[in-house]
């Protein structure tokens, strides 16, 4: 590779290049951003130009780093100018969607789990990736460049994991998009609750309300193009508060509880 | 106060005494345990002497913390052998059949609002209480000597809040029953997920499942004596779900978002 072009130079996009710096990519960085953004990273070393898009179509790696909206956006655009050997990638948190706007082109989808409480590319630091997962989402035959860009992503630190677009998309459903909304509706239910006396409460709310506080703003297009998956199990978790509500009083609930450790522990096991 | 009497030396009732000693009092501190904590009580130092319910029932202050299900059956024996001026707390997590079942004692329900992931003795230590809130919950006329005990409790390091037991009730049902119960419906709507992919996923997720490893044996007792101030906040978080779910694709959800967002907020102010 002689070019990246990253277009969204934000958290992921500054520390997608800024990663690359630090392990040793010699070749040319390229910028599609804002005015303002490209005038900070040019500042800050993150790249070493800024472009259009059609500009930045011609790299040897294109890497959609915007929120989905505008990847879904970007793709009919680089129908239409990317370069007959361009590779192209994205960090979009769906895979569906984009997946079926990418066909034609030269693309693997991708969904690096990293990120921080504010985004930005203010926030951008080369060890973001470091032994996180890095999920590659081929739909259909894997490209035969799929290798080369799973060892870019092993060369900045990440940790390379295969799913297709619709398992990706469901499993997201579960271990993300459903605690989301879990924490949102508590948050809701409680809302109606801030008159309740003003003692100071514990580590557990504390922790079941911090997703809650998620911006908005990111969520609008993770919601809007995996709706179909998420439905599903928001049902199944208004199934569970409402046999957990139902056996409150009997000795049934003691088995429903011991499922629920079983699955925490083992989830937890999962995650470290 | 020339002798206290600890019913149930786990961690609370240990951590308790701990506390008084570092606290300089000077009295007797009587335990009423199994015979194997009482001997490991008295090995540590933490207690004076091992006694049955009925001869620690002539301490000055008697303190029960012992799950709930044992304090309701301890406070008709009181009922009967407490001397004329023993005073009677405990450490029960809801409040309104305790105080129901305390009736005609010399009695002030508490509730300390501190803990750790594991229980028993063992885990006593004189700083548990240390800047954590401890409500006192007076049914009807506030006794005479409720003073006396919140300025024990402050001098073992505790911070004193007042609630009735129908406040307190409605209060833990709200910020840490509900919240115990939405993390226990997640770990069983994720349950059969279990094959999933094996990637590790976010702290997000290890944060919602936190709760959900909470053992039974603490919450039987907690769930059986709050049901009714606990249904109508699990119909109302089923009804938060069900909305997010109809509005999911829908411009309506960034109002609930904010709103959830401001809860989330506001709540965490408090807690800090």
């Known amino acids: 590779l002689q070019s990246v072009a990253i277009v969204g130079v934000g958290l992921i996009g500054g520390s997608f290049a800024l990663a690359l710096r630090r392990a040793g990519f010699g070749g040319e960085i390229w910028g599609v951003s804002s005015a303002l953004t490209i005038e900070k990273a040019l500042e800050k070393q993150i790249i070493d130009r800024g472009l259009t898009l059609e500009a930045a179509a011609r790299a040897d790696l294109v890497f959609l780093a915007t929120p989905i909206g505008t990847i879904l956006e970007s793709l009919p655009h680089l129908q239409r100018c990317a370069g007959p050997n361009t590779l192209i990638t994205d ?9 079926e706007r990418a066909r034609g082109l030269r693309f ?8 921080k409480e504010t985004s930005g590319l203010e926030q951008a630091e080369p060890g973001l990736f ?22 870019l992503l092993t060369g900045i630190g990440a940790r390379v994991h295969w799913m297709s677009p619709p398992e990706h998309d469901r499993w997201v459903a579960a271990c993300s998009h459903l605690p989301q909304l879990t924490s949102t509706a508590l948050a809701l239910a409680l809302s109606r609750f801030q008159d309740a006396p003003s003692v100071p409460s514990g580590p557990g709310l504390r922790d079941m309300l911090r997703l809650a506080e998620s911006p908005w703003d990111l969520w609008r297009d993770i919601l809007a193009t995996n709706a179909d ?35 925490a522990v083992s989830l937890r096991y999962r995650n470290s």
Chains 1, 2 share one sequence.
């Open 229 to 263: 998956e998420v439905k599903p199990m928001l049902d199944r978790c208004i199934e569970e508060l409402g046999i957990l509500r139902e056996t409150l009083e009997k000795p049934d609930l003691a088995n429903s509880w011991e499922e629920a450790r079983r699955t």
């Open 108 to 115: 693997l989808g991708g969904h690096p789990m990293a990120g």
């Open 91 to 99: 960090a979009g948190s769906t895979k569906r969607q984009i997946a």
């Open 130 to 151: 470091d032994g996180r997962p890095w999920i590659l989402t081929p739909e259909g035959p894997v490209p035969d460049w799929a290798d080369q860009l799973a060892d």
